[in-house]
């Protein structure tokens, strides 16, 4: 169960209150995904009821970012009905110096990076234990995979030198199948040295549809901490 007064959930209730916080009226939205990005949305949420905001549409990067935005009363649009997305605000499970990410620890990386890339703003939500000095130091790299292409797509990024493994489903038998109705093979690198290139060549493997290294998309993060056991938030820009 979650607790409260959990430093994380601190953190991260208080970085998703300061990322909505920069969101403005007559704006479309980018809604990412994960539980940093939730408390995000959940706020927008609260300053559209209470009339702080007015006249913002959402663009979910996820199956669970449309049920939060429809639970909290952020209306919805899609790719086909808008010019520009002004802002998106999503989390991340490594960032790096550089502001390049990891990320794809809900499955969704796929069109979060759609999302994401499109918006003239991307605001990236997470707590301090998300930063790292080299990408793949703490989290294996997702890459989403067409199910007829698994076996083929596992032995490619073994001879990139990666130890590929199919993530299952928790509390579901069988492996995670994404939003996309496609699988996720999570990879070990040892050493990730240049992710855009490994970006791009993972990219190249046919069957793989897209990997979680999300560089130079980044314009701002924010990091929440906590400091004298108080939640604070620290702005990368
Ligand atoms: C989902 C993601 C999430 O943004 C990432 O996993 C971070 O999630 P959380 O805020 O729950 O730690 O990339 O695909």
């Known amino acids: 169960m979650v607790q409260a007064n959990d430093p994380v959930v601190l953190m991260k209730q208080e970085v998703g209150r300061v990322a909505a916080a920069r969101v403005q009226s007559d704006t479309v939205v980018g809604l990412g995904t994960g539980s940093t990005t939730a408390y995000a949305i959940e706020y927008i949420g609260q300053r559209l009821k209470n009339g702080d905001l007015k006249n913002v549409v959402g663009v979910p990067t996820s199956f669970q970012a449309e049920v939060l935005a429809k639970k909290y009363g952020i209306p919805l649009t899609n790719l086909d009905a808008i ?64 199910p007829m292409a698994v076996t083929p797509v596992m032995k490619k990024l073994e001879s990139l030198g990666g130890k590929p493994e199919l993530r299952m489903g928790m509390r579901k038998a069988g492996p995670v199948v994404t939003d996309q109705g496609n699988l996720v093979i999570d990879v070990k690198f040892d050493s990730i040295d240049n992710p855009s290139e490994l970006e791009s060549t993972i990219n190249n493997i046919p069957g793989v549809l897209e990997n979680g290294l999300f560089v130079g998309v980044a314009d701002i993060i924010l990091v929440g901490e906590i400091i004298d056991g108080k939640p604070n938030v620290r702005e990368i820009s």
């Not at 918006?119 to 939500?125: C, G, S, T």
């Open 83 to 146: 010019d520009k997305i002004d802002i998106a605000i999503d989390g991340a499970d490594e960032v790096d110096p550089q502001k390049n990410l990891i990320k794809g620890g809900g499955a969704a990386h796929t069109r979060e990076k759609i999302v994401d890339s499109l918006a003239d703003l991307f605001i990236v939500v997470v707590d301090a234990n998300k930063i790292v000095d080299r990408l793949g130091s703490t989290f294996l790299l997702p890459v989403e995979v067409i």
